[in-house]
């Protein structure tokens, strides 16, 4: 049981460059969730999915994209890199509990740089 | 979404008892409070969550005033590995999470 596990660790793009974060989690969470942390900063929300198929915009969706095809992976896209992408990028998943509650379990993070 | 305001940083005598407050006032009335912690630059852990009651497990006691607009979060002996930024962040149903700057708790010797 790995729980949520991110792709890559740490990747340096080239301003304009593309690449893919992939979140994978083993739990059968049905919610999977996107989020960006800048230096001394909280975490704010890229894009969040509440089912297999489904998407929403979070706080800051802006040169992002995201798929969820598979319930176990949630996909965030960048097509045109930036240097204020750089950031360290979380991913979470949860199910909702039965009381209506919903926790949110985190992997580990990515380190994206663009230079 | 529900904003909350938490003081950016606290101090705690190791083996003491650390309050951590949030201000969430403008919380809905389904919304659930939670609590989570970031030590280092580590994925956010979750500590412990409420809707209405007082609730405690074997992490922290949460504290929810009657009308719902503030919490505490309490470590009733706080350790050194304590030490990190809590976050609390109400949420509803599609247990979206929207973090504020949190408090930077440093547990001293």
């Known amino acids: 049981n790995a729980g949520v596990t991110q792709t890559p660790k740490f990747r340096v793009l080239k301003t304009g460059q593309s690449m893919t974060l992939l979140c994978a989690q083993d739990m059968n969470h049905e919610y999977m969730y996107w989020y960006r942390q800048d230096p001394g900063m909280g975490l704010r929300l890229i894009h969040y999915?509440?089912?297999?198929?489904?998407?929403a915009k979070g706080e800051v969706p802006d040169g992002y994209n995201v798929s969820r095809l598979k319930k176990q992976n949630f996909l965030l896209g960048l097509e045109s890199a930036a240097p204020s992408q750089t950031s360290v990028y979380f991913c979470a998943s949860s199910y909702r509990r039965k009381t209506g509650a919903n926790v949110l379990t985190f992997g580990a993070g990515s380190r994206l740089t663009v230079l | 979404d529900a904003k909350t305001t938490q003081p950016p940083s606290m101090d705690c005598a190791e083996g003491r008892a650390a309050n951590l407050p949030c201000n969430h006032s403008?919380?809905?009335?389904?919304?659930?409070v939670y609590w989570y912690r970031q030590i280092h630059s580590q994925g956010p852990q979750y500590i412990i969550h409420?809707?209405?009651n007082n609730e405690t497990n074997e992490m922290a006691s949460l504290i929810i005033t009657e009308d719902r607009k503030s919490s505490t979060l309490i470590l009733p002996h706080a350790t050194l590995r304590d030490t990190a930024v809590y976050y609390c962040a109400p949420s509803g149903n599609t247990g979206k999470l929207i973090f504020g700057q949190g408090t930077t708790l440093q547990v001293k010797p």
């Open positions: 403008t919380i809905s009335g389904n919304e659930y």
């Open positions: 999915s509440v089912g297999e198929g489904t998407t």
């Open positions: 409420g809707l209405k």
